[in-house]
């Protein structure tokens, strides 16, 4: 469950697949009532039937926090995220559509401030279950390297 | 509520500002319950005190999730976000935090493929209580220009 | 749980008081997040702390439908309410509020269309730890007379 | 999204209408989670198709509350309201069922105890996706007149 | 609601069945965000229907949770469960699925260690709609002695 | 994620331990939202207050779902437990305590029905922030020996 590794133990190509996970019609009311977007393209299932799209849509942020949420399962739990870039919403999740991610490491480089860090580039491809890709991002992350090596705080 | 508004609308340096919204317990747990991240960094407080953040933490895709949905208020319901850039968490957001949401309109340019199109980016900020940036990021959306107007499909 | 009862049964002056709940920083997140109500009164502690309420306000509607709800616990499983007469917000709920409800029957008179029925008022009363009563309502529900008398079809 | 409207800038007559939002499982399984009302007409499937009913129903303080909830969007901030009156359920709600809701300013009239007010009340009509009313009542609102305008503290 | 009832007034062979109550994909949805327990087996309808199972199962504390909530309604509120034998998931819950409880008192016995008290031992059956018990297990529960007979300090 | 693992290849003594999580007012909320069990012990603050204990009391069934949860996040995910045996509330748990969840294989022994599998039984212990047992039970888990080796049918 915690796994500490450096920025050296990090290889560019390295994929990690989730399990998958179906959208259900609660996760989309839920995260209306979390987040307050109630637009009818979420909620209002006769209107969304008159719409091109036919059926109510996952909010993108939605689809965006589950997936992300789904590659925290094994990774460093001291590696805090510090942004995504590139989100992009590439087809439309409905009620019903089962996602799967994968994480693949697409980069590596110096750390533009620190020294005994370098930034490890994860892209993440999250997919329904015809194999589509539905929404896409990076996921620069700062890691350590080895040679600054000190034991990690975390829970025991 | 519903706003036809074309690119020719939006000028840039508007700018506008949503109501506060305190982030609760109840958010991260309902959050973390969402997306299935019960890092201890949101759910044990103990383990959280003996860190050098002192307490739980707002997961970042909520603060996200919380602060794009507080922007949706008032915007056309036709405009379906195709993205976000740049989605950068600068400050910790703790539970009893209040945050506030400035969405500026900084950009205007043509649409890379459509040319009755143009993209309009808004630089997304979300601030807390004490006027500290937490999050920022980008929002390109492709608007319709109004030559090539026509009616909106959008709930009477 | 299940209690038949028919017109004659209900005695005016009759009065029965639930237990006590005590209204969370939950319920109200919860309730914002199933009515789509995030107004600053119920969900920004900063900007409450500056007027003269001074902190978040549980919903009209949340009081309402909880304390309703507390009553449902003894009453006849058939009688499904027609509605509620002067709902009244009496005083503020806030967060950390315990609520109690006493329903007492203040009235009792002829249906206005059906011969077999009638029709039992109750009065609806909530009240805070102090004693305060914080909502009132009244509920008229019709009740069958005995001579109607036949087997009531409930889960056995 | 605030609109400072004062007594005199209420017309009778005038009406609004939501968007829809469609009445999910995850509404009902959550209002019975908030008010403790787990009778078998909204939880139990089989008896539900046992009775004339044939199917799950929507709590009447659900539909009341969500109902309310979608009105809230576009009214001024600073009224609040002291309560309702006559709340009818009409028809059944079914889960799946959509509805909308329509408010229109019926009344207008002196308030019976400040010089400064008067009282607006609007006429709230909740209906479903096939045009039917489901739940009807009556919203007084004291508003304050012009003349002793003052400016209104709303979070900016 | 609250019903004071010592050793003696419990018979073995007294039995009480409760309402019914559906299974939600809520519930579900909902039991993974309490629990953490996100597995395939719960989530991921794709997956489970390459399964021999099929469909998605209901966690089996989600099933022993709500059974034992369902039995709570009439007991005395002073009877506070010290534990649970025996707990056995004779059968998969699914998504649709309706229980129903009967607790059935199989046991009486002296207390191992207080005189004043008896345990009685109750049977806990949760079946669904087709009549197939689900899950069993055995309540053992510790009761005063009506020698003993002291008020109850309840919420009155 | 996943491990392949038989019968052969548990020991006696070995031992996990999960990270800790602080059990909330949500937690408790939601809980008495998902069973119906809103006895005032669970929801009442100022009834508890004039009681022993104190405060409020995060459910019995709260505390056993929430600890099963915590250690799902590593076994097999095959492993579906049949049963729980001799679950004992040790000590209350209130709203704010953390727990943490240790799992300690106690026993091995042959399958009573089936020859190619063997019972693996652990033992859960919850304790709270002070290290006190709140929660135990066994836990016996049927598992596969590595004669009968075939390939697991899991999500890839």
């Given at each position: 469950m915690i796994q500490e590794q450096f920025y050296e133990d990090y290889e560019i190509g390295f994929s990690r697949r989730t399990?998958?996970?179906?959208?259900?019609?609660?996760?989309?009311v839920m995260h209306a009532g979390q987040t307050g977007d109630?637009?009818?393209?979420?909620?209002?299932?006769?209107?969304?039937?008159?719409?091109?799209?036919?059926?109510?849509?996952?909010?993108?942020?939605?689809?965006?926090?589950?997936?992300?949420?789904?590659t925290t399962s094994t990774i460093n739990p001291r590696a805090m995220s510090t942004g995504y870039d590139r989100?992009?919403?590439?087809k439309l999740v409905f009620i019903g559509d089962t996602i799967t991610v994968t994480a693949s490491i697409t980069e590596k480089k110096p750390h533009p401030k620190r020294e005994t860090h370098g930034v490890v580039v994860e892209r993440i491809d999250i997919a329904n279950q015809r194999g589509n890709t539905v929404l896409v991002c990076r996921s620069p992350v700062s890691r350590r390297a080895s040679q600054a090596r000190q034991r990690l705080a975390v829970p025991s």
């Open positions: 399990f998958g996970r179906t959208i259900t019609e609660t996760d989309v109630f637009f009818p393209h979420h909620m209002d299932a006769e209107w969304c039937a008159t719409q091109n799209f036919g059926q109510r849509i996952a909010h993108g942020t939605l689809v965006f926090s589950v997936g992300i949420g789904m989100v992009r919403f590439v």
